[in-house]
């Protein structure tokens, strides 16, 4: 075997965005040495992309909100079918880690008596979104790379991990290799927590970098743990959508939350004409009630606009489908009509939504403090990941954890915006002490030198293959298949020729070949990164082929309504002795009376 | 379509030259779409760093016909297209390969600079009160997204290399923002003077000129803590007072 560099660490965090840093930050302060890997350099993981802002009982700007409204909101956004206990913890304690972002420096804009300033978002009650402006990823991010640095975590920039090394039942370490120099490195831990993040890249229109080819699920599921709710992906609503090169750019829901509104090409509000049933006690009957709601009347309800994502989503695809659409193929979101009820504001709009202004005007030529936007859904997060308990975030492998958006169960079939920033700072917490813990009570293992032969063989294998296939047409039809087949829209047929297809992108993934050599080989990386994307794609198609009905952001047109036989099971992916991908339904966990008597106060 | 010429850096720190690609040129494209395009179908093996496309993220820093930018959010409709348009690294870091430096040091260097250190809660809940006014500076300075133009374009980096000796605007913006944090009580003076170089700055507004957030580098953030150092260090009431202080 070649010697390769070993690393030596009691947590290996793979993954530095919110939840790796957060869980890094916490498994280092419980006096453990820490291993932080990152796919990129740090403080450019997918985080620093979030826009509007964190969702944390607060109170600061209604005060009728507490932690149970929270978790009333995200049960009714995930359809019911999330994981109780996370929804819980998520609700009790995301105030705190907020506060505690703030303690570590983070500079949330304020209240006007000097608090932390909350805004309105999509399926939240009342206005709970910390925020700073329309960057607020960047402010967290940055607040706990600062923080952080300063802990004693050696950090690994520019790393990826191929596979996770395995002592018996336990976990015991990470192979993988430095994007420089190209050469394996192995990584011993006594404990190792995956933050890998999402997998939009799965998808040709997405919101997602470059980065998220689902690592995290794909190394899980490979050592033998479980993936649940696969099924629902968030398309979140609003994309760019043109110029073509934009396709896909997040616009924030911040937008909707600032006052606004989506319309046809007839200028027709067409959110009015849809409202779920469990939404409608909750909903404004009219624009001048809605926009009453944005301007803080407590007496008024949300506009429709500022339903679940799952839904804006479908009503929009609706408005195109039937040729309503905008002339590229969206519908408009429109900031700028405020002017009509506000006297400055264009100020406002630039103040509070400054980077959507910028990227507007600088990409698109537009001036949305003049006119409406177009934007149509985009691939945006993954509902669905790895199965971890919701205490200790730890799967049923011993010593591997999982937090943020690789891990699953929070959301349900659906996710409320800004609660994905608050899972991976509550979350992230949660695996970094119980990560922690477990190490301290385990010494480190026996590493597998056989594996890593055949890991590091397999991962060289495209270097041999030479002018074979081009990685990068794999992975494009791989991401058209995946958007055409197995989208916003699904049927059983579909899915079915989708696994076809998938099994052919595997076999060609076979034959990938790369040219130049190791020294940051972009081509390289993008035909190892086919593995894990194939392993998730296959994961979505047969956890949406089991889920026969529609709920949350799972629509099939061939089972339109939500059924009740899957109204309390998860789909569970688990990867069978014989290397088949296994599905099966397991009952929900039951939920606690007085959860229950929550849920019902709140309908 | 209508195709373009860019002409590309290739190359490690040993050998390296420019490169002719030609690529069809569509509604809206960016340069970055360019470089992609390229990658995918004509050089899988070209490196660039890239995350969010969408000008958040800093990582897709380049030379694109001289001058320091994000790939993401420069347009092809901005350049002159009837002639290739070139595409090269970063000056001011060493060169690992193709469009990619090694910016390490800049990311040691922030290990140096003392961390956030608030004063304790003083609101009735435990937390703090800041008045918005009183931290928009902050904010704008908390805008970095760390693409480190500022430190390619600084000419103490590029040209005179003093890398051991100035920190660069990057990190001015940086301890600026820790010093006019409200709730913040380290005192970062005497090494902004000393370790961190500001004196280095000659205050050519470079760094200022290529922000892609439009941060006002040198007027609100380096210049201010020029005059904090002067009147920490050269006012002489204050430094008898601070010798006093510490005799005692």
Same mark, same amino acid.
């Given at each position: ?11 290996l ?6 939840a ?25 993981? /997918? ?49 705190d ?21 909350q ?7 009342y ?7 329309d960057?607020?990823?960047?402010e ?14 050696e ?15 336990r976990?015991?370490?990470a ?17 190792i ?38 099924? %629902?992906?968030?398309?979140?609503p ?25 319309t ?29 709601y ?16 799952? /839904? ?59 006119q ?5 859904p985009?691939? /945006? ?5 790895? /199965?971890v ?12 954890? $999982? ?33 922690a ?9 026996q ?59 595997s ?47 799972q ?49 | ?71 993401c959010?420069?347009?092809l ?35 140096k ?17 800041? $008045? ?15 693409? %480190? ?27 600026? $923002? ?6 913040d ?5 005497e ?20 922000c ?37």
């Amino acid at each position: 075997m070649p010697d390769y560099q070993t690393f030596q660490h009691d947590v290996l965090v793979i993954g530095a965005g919110g939840a790796g840093l957060r869980a890094a930050i916490e498994a280092s302060a419980a006096g453990v040495s820490v291993g932080l890997v990152c796919k990129s350099l740090l403080g450019k993981a /997918h985080t620093v992309m979030a826009e509007g802002g964190i969702a944390a009982a607060l109170g600061n700007v209604d005060d009728r909100d507490n932690w149970k409204v929270h978790f009333a909101d995200t049960m009714r956004g995930g359809q019911y079918v999330n994981q109780w206990r996370m929804a819980e913890l998520h609700a009790k304690e995301a105030p705190d880690r907020v506060r505690e972002l703030e303690a570590w420096g983070a500079v949330f804009d304020r209240t006007k008596d000097g608090r932390i300033l909350q805004r309105n978002f999509g399926g939240h009650r009342y206005p709970r979104l910390a925020h700073v402006g329309d960057r607020t990823g960047l402010e967290m991010i940055r607040t706990l790379q600062d923080h952080g640095i300063h802990q004693g975590i050696e950090v690994y920039m520019e790393h990826t991990v191929l596979a996770l090394l395995k002592e018996g039942e336990r976990v015991i370490g990470a192979f993988g290799y430095e994007r420089e120099r190209g050469r394996f490195k192995i990584f011993r831990a006594k404990a190792i927590v995956l933050a890998t993040g999402g997998l939009g890249r799965a998808y040709k229109i997405t919101s997602n970098s470059w980065e998220s080819t689902g690592d995290g699920l794909s190394l899980a599921y490979e050592a033998g743990a479980e993936l649940i709710d696969m099924e %629902f992906v968030q398309f979140h609503p609003t994309g760019m959508i043109w110029p073509p090169s934009v396709m896909g750019i997040l616009v924030t829901e911040g937008v909707r939350g600032e006052g606004g509104i989506l319309t046809n090409k007839d200028g027709r509000r067409f959110m009015f004409e849809q409202i779920p049933e469990n939404y409608r006690t909750q909903t404004a009957d009219n624009p001048e009630e809605g926009w009453r709601y944005c301007q803080g009347d407590k007496d008024a309800r949300r506009p429709p606009e500022l339903l679940t994502r799952d /839904h804006v989503a479908r009503c929009i695809v609706r408005e195109i489908k039937e040729g309503r659409g905008s002339p590229h193929g969206g519908v408009y979101l429109d900031i700028a009509w405020i002017k009509e009820k506000m006297p400055n504001a264009a100020e406002h709009i630039k103040r509070k939504l400054p980077s959507m202004y910028h990227q507007f005007k600088q990409l698109a030529d537009i001036d949305i403090t003049e006119q409406p936007m177009e934007v149509g859904p985009t691939t /945006h997060y993954a509902m669905g990941g790895i /199965h971890v308990d919701a205490d200790t975030q730890m799967s049923r492998i011993p010593g591997l954890f $999982a937090a943020g958006e690789c891990a699953a169960g929070i959301n349900g079939a659906n996710r409320l915006g800004g609660n994905s920033l608050s899972d991976i700072v509550v979350f992230g917490k949660r695996a970094g002490e119980f990560a922690a813990k477990f190490a301290k009570e385990n010494s480190l293992g026996q590493i597998d030198n056989g594996k890593i032969d055949l890991v590091a063989r397999e991962a060289v294998a495209p270097f041999e293959n030479g002018a074979g296939e081009n990685p990068y047409s794999i992975q494009r039809d791989l991401q058209e298949t995946m958007q055409d087949l197995v989208g916003i829209v699904r049927n059983e047929s579909e899915m079915r020729t989708a696994l076809e297809k998938l099994k052919i992108f595997s076999e060609r993934a076979n034959r990938a070949g790369v040219v130049g050599h190791r020294e940051f080989n972009p081509g390289w990386h993008t035909a190892l990164d086919l593995k894990t994307l194939l392993t998730v794609s296959e994961a979505i198609t047969r956890a949406a082929l089991e889920r026969k009905e529609s709920r949350g952001a799972q629509f099939r047109e061939d089972c339109p309504e939500k059924d009740d036989r899957f109204a309390k099971v998860n789909t569970m992916i688990s990867k069978a002795a014989d290397g088949s991908m296994q599905v099966r339904l397991d009952p929900l966990p039951e939920m606690p009376d007085d959860l229950k008597q929550v849920i019902e106060e709140m309908k | 379509m209508p195709t373009a010429t860019f002409r590309i850096w290739r190359g490690d720190a040993k050998s390296g030259a420019f490169e002719d690609y030609s690529t069809e040129v569509s509604q809206g494209m960016v340069v970055l779409d360019a470089v992609h395009d390229i990658q995918a179908k004509q050089a899988n093996d070209l490196a660039c760093r890239w995350n969010c496309k969408a000008g958040k993220c800093g990582s897709c820093s380049a030379e694109v016909n001289g001058m320091p930018k994000l790939m993401c959010m420069s347009r092809l409709n901005d350049l002159p297209l009837d002639k290739p348009v070139t595409i090269e690294p970063i000056k001011a870091f060493p060169l690992l390969k193709d469009l990619i430096t090694d910016v390490s040091w800049n990311f040691e260097v922030k290990k140096k600079i003392k961390k956030f250190k608030p004063r304790p809660p003083d609101a009735a809940d435990g937390t703090w009160r800041m $008045a918005q006014e009183d931290i928009d500076r902050v904010q704008e300075f908390r805008k970095c997204i760390e693409c %480190f133009l500022c430190q390619d374009v600084c000419h103490v980096l590029r040209d005179h290399r003093k890398h051991d000796e100035f920190i660069g605007p990057r990190f001015l913006i940086y301890v600026a $923002a820790l010093e006019m944090h409200p709730l913040d009580t380290e005192d970062r003076l005497e090494e902004l003077r000393k370790a961190h170089g500001i004196g280095y700055c000659n205050i050519t507004k470079c760094c200022t000129k290529v922000c892609p957030e439009n941060i006002q580098i040198t007027d609100n953030g380096i210049i201010p803590l020029k005059e904090r150092v002067v009147d920490d260090h050269y006012d002489p009431l204050g430094w008898i007072w601070k010798k006093l202080k510490k005799n005692r």
